[in-house]
């Protein structure tokens, strides 16, 4: 693929530094392997309120919504702390960030399975929710690819995050553009894409760019990077994918021997049940779009949502447990 790299802020224990409140790093295939084709923004919020390395643990307290953040080994109160931090850290973050991976399970980290207690007390009952930071991440970065990196081990997961991601930062460069012609071209390249998210997104993105009202090319572009951001805001079905490649298979399939088609059909039902990835449908028909020259094909970003080497390094048959 081609395009600006996206800017992604992670915990830093996640591979960057031994942070964490026992000094150790925690070990991510997933952010090692991004890394390479990310500009990475690792920041750990604990160490940055001046908490050391090691260091006692700090814990979620609280019963409603409203939660404090304490270290119930020495009595100390961090809720203001790190509540002042995340506000300056995250200041204009939409505009920095186009996605964030956060350590799963961290009171500060933690975007949705950060465990909250009743009491200070071991042993009193707990729930789940968002830690501190984390909470704050989801809001400023709403609509952008924001995971935590035990999720990510999931394949179909991964992939929407990926897909997610690396859109936005293609979506920068329309921004800073500023040209008709340019989002013409990103519509037109994310045609596919769009047809496994969102058939309805599709047309109405469709009708928006054909622009018959003759927007400014600034207003057009605001509302369709909104709504391009919805459309891809829940990962498709597996179903979709298969009706996209379904659709391409439609302008090659004249030209392929019976024994091609069945073998095509094969891995459409093995990406189906879960037993390979995506790209491995995508690959072999990418084969044939190169093989025929079918331009229209040859430009989808959806045979290449995201750069090939994280495909390698990830999709090829490592790290498909589902959580
Ligand atoms: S989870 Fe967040 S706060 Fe905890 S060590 Fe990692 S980066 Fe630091």
């Known amino acids: 693929m081609t395009g600006d790299r996206p800017t992604v802020l992670f915990s830093r224990c996640l591979?960057?530094?031994?942070?964490?409140?026992?000094?150790?790093?925690?070990?991510?295939?997933?952010?090692?392997?991004?890394?390479?084709?990310?500009?990475?923004?690792?920041?750990?919020?604990?160490?940055?309120?001046?908490?050391?390395?090691?260091r006692a643990p700090i814990r979620l307290l609280g019963t409603g919504d409203t939660l404090r953040l304490v270290?119930?080994?020495?009595?100390?109160?961090?809720?203001?702390?790190?509540?002042?931090?995340?506000?300056?850290?995250?200041?204009?973050?939409?505009?920095?960030?186009?996605?964030?991976?956060?350590?799963?399970?961290?009171?500060?980290?933690?975007?949705?399975?950060?465990?909250a207690y009743a009491e200070a007390e071991r042993g009193s009952a707990s729930r789940r929710t968002a830690g501190f930071f984390g909470r704050s991440v989801a809001d400023r970065l709403s609509g952008s690819a924001i995971e935590d990196e035990g999720r990510l081990r999931n394949l179909d997961i991964r992939q929407h995050f990926l897909t997610q991601l690396f859109a936005r930062a293609r979506f920068r460069t329309v921004e800073?553009?500023?040209?008709?012609?340019?989002?013409?071209?990103?519509?037109?390249?994310?045609?596919?894409?769009?047809?496994?998210?969102?058939?309805?997104?599709?047309?109405?993105?469709?009708?928006?760019v054909a622009n018959p009202q003759r927007r400014a090319a600034s207003a057009m572009i605001a509302e369709y990077g909104a709504r391009f951001m919805a459309a891809l805001a829940r990962a498709p079905r597996r179903g979709s994918a298969v009706n996209v490649l379904m659709h391409a298979l439609g302008y090659v399939s004249e030209r392929l021997t019976p024994r091609e088609k069945a073998f095509f059909l094969t891995t459409l039902d093995e990406y189906r049940s879960g037993r390979v990835s995506l790209a491995v449908p995508s690959s072999l028909m990418r084969s044939w779009i190169v093989r025929f020259e079918v331009p229209y094909l040859a430009d989808q970003v959806f045979f290449e949502p995201y750069p090939r080497g994280l495909v390698d390094e990830l999709d090829s048959g490592k790290g498909r447990e589902v959580r």
């Open 15 to 54: 591979g960057f530094e031994p942070c964490r409140y026992n000094g150790g790093i925690v070990s991510a295939p997933i952010v090692d392997a991004l890394r390479l084709f990310v500009n990475a923004v690792p920041v750990c919020p604990e160490v940055s309120i001046g908490l050391g390395v090691p």
């Open 71 to 115: 270290q119930p080994e020495t009595g100390v109160d961090v809720t203001s702390l790190m509540h002042a931090f995340t506000d300056g850290f995250l200041a204009g973050a939409e505009k920095l960030y186009d996605g964030a991976v956060l350590k799963s399970g961290s009171p500060s980290c933690g975007i949705r399975d950060a465990k």
């Open 176 to 208: 800073s553009r500023r040209e008709t012609r340019a989002l013409v071209l990103f519509h037109s390249q994310y045609k596919l894409v769009l047809m496994a998210y969102s058939q309805v997104g599709m047309r109405e993105l469709g009708r928006l």
